[in-house]
């Protein structure tokens, strides 16, 4: 059992765990991830870890409430316990070497960003970070990332926060003033990814992106998060999560994270309805 030591709600629908896991905390690099169960009845879940620290064999989690394992998840309190909390699994980021780099995060992809700029920050590396929310309530992380990086530039769809656009847009605003990034990481929804790519490739920017399919076990066995790149079947769980996103197949990536839809629909609403004492009969 892994003891819940901090919890801080990040926005209406993010959540940051500081969970006790020492011996995840002393091996945990940048890009690799977890996988937990909540409870002897829970299904597995992948989460990326956010941070860690050695001292005090933390490893910190940040997930969105979009479906009934978060919905169960958020429920817990400090000083709670998680039944299984594995890792860490996939490879690390290749972080050094570089001298300008752009990370980008779209939304929750933002928390999974952070810890890379703070990686590469700590090397010498300068950072653009770049990152985009739907709107200025769902901001998180502001102080962390800017501390992170050299230069933060936020956007929101509606320009609630002052820049309006997409992280695309900023980022092709700062290719064409001239600035010269020698690898751009990119982190968040996968339409999202796949455009970052479009605009880096016929810049011959090497981008770098982080898949997060469906995934069960985290050791290449299932198969359940199988993703093209290249032509070649690879595994996010033991290949990645790290990939080159100008070789990803994004839109087969899009299909199969569709899959489960219904399913998890279905499954939320009733976890939603013994939660409120509702009784449903049907939709």
């Known amino acids: 059992m892994y003891k819940i030591m901090k919890k801080t709600v990040l926005n209406q629908a993010v959540i940051l765990m500081d969970v006790l896991a020492p011996p995840i905390a002393r091996k945990a690099q940048p890009g690799q991830f977890i996988i937990l169960r909540v409870n002897d009845e829970g299904e597995r879940i ?9 001292d005090a064999g933390t490893v910190s989690i940040i997930f969105q409430l979009v479906g009934k394992t978060t919905q169960v998840l958020a429920e817990l309190v400090e000083g709670d316990t998680i039944k299984d909390f594995v890792g860490p699994l996939g490879n690390a980021s290749h972080l050094e070497g570089y001298k300008k780099v752009a990370v980008i995060g779209g939304g929750l992809g933002a928390a999974i960003a952070w810890p890379q700029a703070k990686k590469l920050h700590q090397l010498g590396t300068k950072v ?8 200025k309530d769902l901001i998180i992380l502001e102080e962390e990332m800017r501390q992170a990086s050299d230069n933060l530039l936020i956007a929101t769809d509606d320009g609630s926060n002052g820049r309006k656009g997409f992280v695309t847009d900023v980022l092709k605003q700062q290719i064409e003033a001239g600035v010269k990034y020698d690898l751009v990481i990119a982190i968040g929804p996968l339409i999202m990814m796949k ?10 920017i090497k981008t770098v992106v982080s898949l997060n399919p469906i995934m069960v076990d985290g050791t290449g066995m299932c198969g359940g ?9 690879k595994f996010a769980c033991v290949d990645g999560p790290e990939f080159d996103g100008h070789e990803v197949d994004f839109d ?32």
């Open 46 to 54: 992948p989460l990326t870890i956010a941070d860690y620290d050695r």
């Open 128 to 135: 653009d970070m770049i990152v985009g929310f739907r709107n």
């Open 252 to 283: 087969e990536a899009m299909r199969r994270q569709l899959m489960y839809k219904d399913a998890e629909q279905i499954t939320l609403e009733a976890h939603r309805c013994r939660l409120t004492g509702e009784v449903r009969t049907s939709d």
């Open 225 to 233: 998060c199988r993703v093209t790149v290249g032509g070649e079947t």
């Open 195 to 204: 455009f970052v790519c479009a605009l880096t490739k016929p810049y011959k």
